[in-house]
């Protein structure tokens, strides 16, 4: 939930300097809060990786593809390609704007901070601990996500421990060349992980359901659904600023439909909990850091969108707003409670 609060702050603003501020309180949280020695910790610098790569993959694009921004400060003219009619429209080369290369680089780095938010989590959280968590009706689901997560911290250590062995054989250990040798195995030892565990998971039961009455199944269809539509729609009616009167009933419905149908589909589930985690103050503190992050985004994203979505044109330096960089500092607490783990 921590992690959610912060790329929802990320998702509602472009100001490249809130975005860095976003990713540095995710990166000095994963810094203090993480378990050196857990495998799925050391996951976080490829998600900064992928960021990075994903910002110089935007401003490729509007390197070759050109960019809707206008501009008037040329920064090279490529030679332009000619296309056909039907792809009209479309442009390759030309000439490339600073203006429109701020725009992309604005747009990938919203999309690398998104990344590193989730990176975060992906460091912090235990998967089997929020396995256990779970509600039984979304029993099934959680499993299909926890596995997606441990993909990722495997598939590091993997590519660490090929790279080792190529080094101590006297080989390169990078590259083009290196990265396509070591991809093969890691794929392959990928692969071979996922289907042992599914067929650990098989053989311990997971997966099986206890028999209920046709009524219940149905109730919780319809209720699950109209819950989750509520929320879709009441979520939407408190974005948009005219539908702003009956967002929260809609909202506050949708969520108790589909509470009860939670409720209702956890009768399905005939595990047992060990231990069961609780949620106490600590556990609250951290998501209401999150939430609290989130929420006073999105009212600055609506009382000043000039300093959360900045004009491009005419080219400015960007400046970091008072209220939205505090919000985003609250994002710090999990760092200074002892022990805390988002």
């Known amino acids: 939930m921590w992690a959610l609060g912060l790329a929802t702050a990320a998702s509602r603003t472009t100001n490249p300097a809130l975005l860095a501020l976003l990713a540095a309180v995710a990166g000095y949280v994963v810094a203090v809060c993480r378990v050196p020695d857990a495998p ?93 968590s779970l509600p039984g009706a979304l029993y099934e689901a959680g499993v299909a ?35 396509l040798q070591v991809g093969l195995p890691v794929l392959e030892g990928a692969l071979e992980r996922s289907v042992a565990l599914a067929a650990a998971m098989d053989a311990r039961g997971y997966g099986r359901t206890a028999e209920v009455p046709p ?46 149908g939670l409720r209702l589909g956890g009768r399905r589930s005939i595990r047992t909990r060990y231990r069961p985690d609780r949620w106490d103050a600590t556990a609250w503190l951290i998501t209401a850091s999150g939430v609290a992050v989130a929420a006073l985004t999105i009212w600055a994203a609506g009382a000043s969108p000039a300093d959360l979505d900045p004009p491009v044109v005419p080219l400015t330096a960007p400046s970091l707003p008072l209220w939205p960089a505090a919000a985003a500092l609250l994002g710090l607490l999990p760092a200074h409670l002892k022990g805390a783990r988002p």
């Open 40 to 132: 799925w910790s050391r996951s976080y610098a490829a998600f900064l990786r992928l960021g990075l790569v994903v910002i110089a993959i935007r401003l490729g694009f509007a390197v070759v593809l050109g960019s809707p921004i206008p501009g008037t400060h040329t920064v090279v003219s490529l030679p332009e390609v000619p296309l056909p009619d039907w792809a009209r429209g479309v442009r390759l080369g030309g000439r490339v704007t600073a203006e429109g290369l701020w725009f992309a680089f604005r747009e990938g780095m919203k999309l690398a901070t998104l990344l590193a938010c989730l990176g975060a989590a992906n460091a912090l959280a235990n998967p089997a601990r929020l396995l256990k």
């Open 215 to 260: 009524a219940v199944r149905r109730a919780t269809v319809a209720l699950t659904l109209g819950g989750l539509l509520g929320l879709c729609a009441g979520t939407y009616a408190l974005l948009a600023a005219a539908g702003a009167a009956y967002g929260l009933p809609l909202l506050l419905a949708g969520l108790a439909a589909a509470v009860a």
């Open 145 to 179: 996500v926890v596995v997606a997560m441990t993909f990722a911290p495997h598939l590091v250590a993997d590519v660490r421990r090929l790279r080792t062995a190529r080094r101590l054989r006297g080989r390169a250990d990078k590259g083009v060349r290196a990265l």
